[in-house]
C-alpha cells in the first residue's frame, strides 16, 4: 500500500531496483517538485494540412513524438495543422527550454526546445512539455530521464494497453535525487558543447549544400510560378503515363532543364538497387533483429528501431535476411511516406529495413562519391523531382522506375571532394554531441550510484 496510489498489484511494480532505490538513494522528491509549469493537450478533430498549403497560410507546425532525436529537435519533417487549433490550444504552445517527454508510445524521447526553434509550434498530445523551477537544471532532469533510472521509473508507471501510457499524476510521481549546484552547473557546460557542436554541424552541413546548389547553378535560381503549363497529349501522357496536372508544373521542368544542361546521369546508370523485404506485424517481437522503417532515420543519422522481427522469423528466412542487412557504404532511400530521404551508412547494420526503404550501392566512386550522391538526393535537386512523381497521394509512394529515372547533376570531382569533407566534418560534430550526451547521462547514473565527486573524475576524463 506504500507509494501504490493506483492499487497495482502487479510484480513489475514491485521489483528489487526500485524498492532498492527509494532505501538506498536520500532526499529523493516528485518531479512535480521541480515543475514550473506542466502540460498535455488533448487535441479534438484535429487535421494535418498539406505543407505547400501550409506555408503559404502560415499555418503553425505540429511537434511529434516522431521528431525528437534526444535531446534535440529535428525539423526536417515537421507536420501544419490549421490555424484555428492554434488559437483553440494556447496551452499545447511550445516555450523555448522546455522540456518535451514522450508519454505516450515507446515512452523514450526527452528534447529540450532550443531558442531558435520555430515560435508557432503546437506540441502533439502524446508530448508532456513542461518548464522546471529553480530547483533543478533542465539538462540534469533530462540526463536523469534518459538514464537508467529515469527509464526505469517510466517504464514503471506506464499503463500497458496496446499504447503505452504514462498520466500527469504519475509522470509527476516519479523519485529525482538532488544533485548540487556545482555537479548540476558542470553537466550545464557539457549541455552547451551539446548544442553547440550541433548547431556548428548544421551550418557545416548546409555550406556543403550551398556548394551543390552553386555548382548547379540553383543558388539563386527560382522556378516558374506559373500555374498554367500547355501540353499536347502526345507530349504529355504520351511520355509519361500521367495526366494529372500538378505533374506538369512549370517549376519542375525549370529545375530538370537546369540540370540537364550541364554534366548529369540518371540514378539509375550511377548505383545498383537492391529492395528489402516487409515481415509484416505478426512476425514484429520485444526480441529479435532490429527492423529499421522510415520513422527511424534522416538524413543526419540513425535512431534506434522501435521495432524488432522475430527470431523464428529470422531462422525462417536466414539466408535472405543474411544478404539484405545493409552493409557500410550503403545508402538507404525512402520511397513511401516521407519519399527521397537519404542517409550513407558508415557501418554496417546488423538488421533489415522496411520494404519502404531501397538500398543504393555506387558503381563507380571515381565518377560520384557517396558522401556527395547522398546529399545531393536530399537536396532541392532531387526533392523537386520526388514532389513531382509522388505527389497527389494521402500516403506518398515514388515507384522504382520512376526513381531509377531521378536526374542527378555530376559535378566537378575535386568540389565532390570538398563536399565529402564537409558533409564528414558535420557528422564528426554531430557524434561528438552524441558522446558528450552520454558522457552526461552516464555522469548522473554514477553520481546516483555513488558520489558527485566519482561522476565529476568520469566526466573530466572523457570530455578531455
Not at 29 to 40: A, H, I, T
Not at 87 to 115: A, F, H, N, W
Not at 193 to 203: D, R, T
Not at 350 to 362: K, M, P, V, Y
Request: charged share 30%; with cysteine; aromatic share 10%.
Amino acid at each position: 500500500m506504500t507509494d501504490n496510489e493506483n492499487r497495482r498489484i502487479d510484480s513489475e511494480y514491485f521489483r528489487k531496483q526500485f524498492l532498492q532505490f527509494f532505501k538506498n538513494v536520500p532526499n529523493l522528491r516528485p518531479l512535480s517538485y521541480f515543475v514550473k509549469e506542466g502540460y498535455r493537450v488533448v487535441y479534438e478533430n484535429t487535421k494535418i494540412i498539406a505543407k505547400k498549403e501550409a506555408e503559404k497560410e502560415g499555418f503553425p507546425y505540429f511537434l511529434q513524438a516522431t521528431d525528437l532525436d534526444t535531446p534535440f529537435i529535428n525539423t526536417s519533417s515537421l507536420f501544419h495543422v490549421n490555424n484555428g487549433d492554434w488559437l483553440r490550444y494556447p496551452k499545447g504552445r511550445i516555450k523555448k527550454g522546455e522540456i518535451l517527454i514522450e508519454v505516450k508510445g515507446k515512452i523514450d524521447k526527452v528534447s529540450i526546445v532550443p531558442d531558435d526553434f520555430p515560435q508557432k509550434t503546437l506540441v502533439s498530445g502524446s508530448l508532456f512539455k513542461l518548464s522546471v523551477n529553480n530547483e533543478i537544471s533542465k539538462n540534469v532532469l533530462l540526463c536523469y530521464l534518459i538514464c537508467s533510472y529515469g527509464v526505469a521509473f517510466k517504464d514503471r508507471f506506464k499503463t500497458n494497453l496496446l499504447i503505452s501510457y504514462v498520466s500527469k499524476p504519475d509522470l509527476y510521481r516519479i523519485p529525482v535525487p538532488s544533485f548540487s549546484d556545482s555537479f548540476q552547473q558542470k553537466v550545464d557546460k557539457i549541455f552547451n558543447v551539446i548544442f553547440e557542436s550541433k548547431k556548428i554541424s548544421s551550418k557545416i552541413y548546409q555550406q556543403a549544400e550551398k556548394i551543390l546548389l552553386k555548382e548547379v547553378g540553383l543558388d539563386t535560381f527560382e522556378p516558374s510560378k506559373e500555374a498554367v503549363n500547355i501540353k499536347s497529349f502526345k507530349n504529355s501522357f504520351g511520355v509519361t503515363g500521367r495526366l494529372d496536372a500538378e505533374y506538369y508544373q512549370l517549376k519542375y521542368e525549370d529545375v530538370i532543364t537546369k540540370v540537364i544542361e550541364q554534366n548529369h546521369d540518371k540514378l539509375i546508370n550511377l548505383v545498383s538497387i537492391k529492395k528489402s523485404m516487409e515481415p509484416g506485424s505478426a512476425n514484429y517481437s520485444d526480441a529479435g533483429l532490429p527492423f529499421m522503417r522510415v520513422a527511424d532515420y534522416d538524413k543526419s543519422g540513425l535512431t534506434e528501431p522501435n521495432k524488432k522481427v522475430s527470431f523464428d522469423f529470422v531462422s525462417e528466412y536466414a539466408d535472405k535476411i543474411k544478404k539484405l542487412k545493409p552493409k557500410k557504404g550503403t545508402i538507404l532511400f525512402s520511397k513511401d511516406g516521407s519519399v527521397g530521404t537519404a542517409y550513407h551508412l558508415r557501418k554496417d547494420f546488423n538488421g533489415i529495413t522496411s520494404s519502404a526503404i531501397l538500398h543504393l550501392s555506387i558503381k563507380d566512386k571515381t565518377k560520384v562519391l557517396p558522401e556527395y550522391l547522398t546529399l545531393a538526393l536530399n537536396s532541392k535537386v532531387v526533392k523537386m523531382q520526388a514532389e513531382r512523381d509522388a505527389g497527389g497521394s494521402i500516403i506518398l509512394h515514388w515507384r522504382v522506375g520512376e526513381i531509377e529515372n531521378v536526374v542527378v547533376p555530376i559535378i566537378d570531382y575535386d568540389k565532390q571532394i570538398q563536399i565529402a569533407k564537409l558533409v564528414e566534418e558535420s557528422f564528426k560534430l554531430k557524434k561528438q554531441s552524441e558522446h558528450l550526451l552520454e558522457v552526461a547521462k552516464t555522469a548522473v547514473e554514477i553520481a546516483i550510484e555513488q558520489n558527485e565527486k566519482k561522476a565529476m573524475e568520469y566526466i573530466n576524463s572523457n570530455t578531455n
